[in-house]
């Protein structure tokens, strides 16, 4: 039995992962590649398996970097079901058709870039896939409830268990049965740093002979909850405080109504200065919309919220504003206000115009609460760079810049040691993924170190043979325990058969 790596190794985005099975191909995840162009590049290179080929495909979560490259998949001959948890499905539904688009906007923005420089240059290919396309893939999407096991062929059972990071997020436990023995795998998907005030706590994982999991902060800690939420007010407060206004550019799911909710808390308390606050994204406008249809994936805190009258994602001066129109209008509102606004990264969406708007002034403040993914407009931003060049604009940064990284709706190194340390027994091997190289490798060292457990930063585009009595697997181990060069990053170089390779 083989795993091939297809995506989100060495790097956050792009998750894909395909497991033979006797009765045929299983696919965990159809990511999305975000960031830096190098990577989007591998958005268009063929796929590794035909997708007739493939016989299940399987969801852990709706963030696009794990479910957006689903329309093309389908578009390309994809004819089955995708599995994934119900809150997932309505969350994909929104979020296939956001994504759908950008990818044609883009297009019509290089098309025109093309048409304007003399058409000199090879015509741009068009979007990497149409309204059309995602519409058909979330016909395809089919609701399986966390924790109930279904048999999609006599020998392979599948399950999918909560992974507290997002709305319907879920860790894949899939069993083949090969001959006369079962293996277990499991795929972690994202895992949630627990202590969300609106989703659950992650599921204690399964007893698996080989587990795939998420390394994205495995070398960091987050800030805990009662100072991030100090520091939250703190910072907020000094801006408003002096009429300045922030600008939150924010994931669209999960992210946004966890600070939606932070805010309504601070303002019941009347925690701070007197504001508006905008969201300012019909995606998380829609997504909220989806969160309030899922009280079933609800924590304890927010379902007593729900009972005692309060709207947890509601509070006076809070405005949504769905039509440009209504965005356009944000940047004449009376300061002080607060916008949160997608794209989390700023490489796509309405923040870039608000970036525009307030960097250049000093009395205004930019808070990051978000991963940043490398050469991505909202790092170079973080770091400190200045100007940065937006929408073809130079802007200069004169704006604060701030970061919180305590809203992470991903479990640190702490919260990744601890879900692991929840499975029973641990597994034969662990293959650490999605994760940028330093990350990963840390990560792999401190289930090594802790642990003693087998774990291995895998390539992508690999393939491994899962056969407990590999000589090569056992090998690939212990080489790269070996080497002293492990942590360095190869750039892309042909996007037709790129892989991320180590140096
Ligand atoms: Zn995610
Ligand atoms: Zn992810």
């Known amino acids: 039995m083989k795993l091939h790596l297809r995506g989100a190794v060495r790097n956050v985005t792009g998750s894909c992962y395909v497991v033979e099975t006797p009765s045929g191909l299983l696919m965990v995840d159809c990511g999305l590649y ?16 035909s997708p007739a080929d493939i016989r299940w495909l399987v969801l852990t979560h709706a963030h696009i970097d794990h479910s957006g490259l689903t329309p093309r998949f389908v578009a390309e ?5 995708i599995i994934a948890h119900p809150a997932t499905c309505d969350l994909a539904d929104i979020m296939l058709r956001d994504s759908a688009h950008i990818q044609e906007e883009d297009a019509a923005w290089a098309e025109k870039k093309w048409r304007r420089g003399g058409r000199k240059t090879a015509r741009p290919p068009g979007p ?20 109930q096991v279904v048999d999609l062929a006599p020998d392979v059972r599948l399950r999918l268990i909560d992974a ?32 969300s005030p609106i989703i659950r706590d992650p599921q204690p994982p399964p007893t698996t002979d080989f587990l ?47 600070l939606l909710y932070a805010l309504n808390e601070l303002e019941q308390a009347h925690a701070l200065p007197p504001f508006t606050a905008f969201v300012d994204s019909p995606l998380a406008i829609g997504a909220t919309r989806v969160f309030r ?28 504003t769905q039509t440009v129109e209504e965005s356009k209008q944000i940047n004449h ?41 490398e050469n991505t407009l909202g790092r170079l931003i973080r770091d400190g760079r200045s100007p940065v060049r937006i929408l073809g604009r130079q802007v200069s940064v004169r704006a604060k810049v701030r970061a919180i990284d305590g809203f992470s709706a991903h479990a640190d190194r702490d919260g990744l040691l601890r879900w692991f340390a929840a499975i029973p027994q641990p597994p034969a091997l662990t293959l650490v993924t999605h994760g940028e190289p ?39 181990v212990a080489e790269q325990e070996n080497r002293a060069d492990r942590a360095q990053w190869v750039p892309v170089t042909d996007a037709g058969g790129a892989e991320l390779e180590e140096a």
């Open 34 to 49: 975000q960031g830096a162009r190098r990577l989007e590049e591998l958005n268009w290179r063929p796929f590794a398996f």
């Open 77 to 81: 001959g994809y004819e089955r079901d």
């Open 128 to 147: 990497l896939y149409t309204l059309e396309d995602a519409e058909a893939a979330v016909a395809r999407l089919r609701p399986l409830p966390y924790d």
């Open 164 to 195: 507290g990071h997002i709305l319907g997020s879920a860790t894949v436990e899939v069993s083949v049965r090969d001959g006369d023995r079962t293996l277990r795998l499991t795929f972690s998907g994202d895992i949630g740093a627990g202590e």
């Open 212 to 258: 795939v999991m998420e390394s994205t902060y495995g070398d960091r800690l987050h800030d805990r909850t009662q100072a991030r939420n100090e520091r939250f007010r703190a910072i907020l407060t000094e801006t408003l405080g002096r009429k300045g206004c922030v600008v939150i550019p924010a994931f669209s799911v999960g992210r946004t109504q966890e």
């Open 293 to 320: 249809k899922h009280p079933e994936c609800f924590s304890r805190v927010i379902l007593d919220d729900i009972a005692s009258g309060d709207d947890p994602f509601d509070f006076p001066g809070l405005r949504m």
């Open 333 to 373: 509102a009376p300061p002080p206000y607060i916008v949160l606004s997608a794209a989390g990264m700023c490489n796509a969406g309405r923040i870039r115009h608000h970036l525009i708007n307030h960097l250049e002034n000093p009395n205004d403040l930019i808070l990051f609460v978000g991963y940043q993914g």
């Open 438 to 476: 330093r990350a990963s490798f840390a990560f792999r060292d401190a289930l090594q170190e802790q642990f003693g457990a087998r774990a291995l930063v895998p390539e992508l585009g690999g393939a491994l043979d899962l056969s407990p009595d590999n000589r090569d697997l056992q090998q690939q």
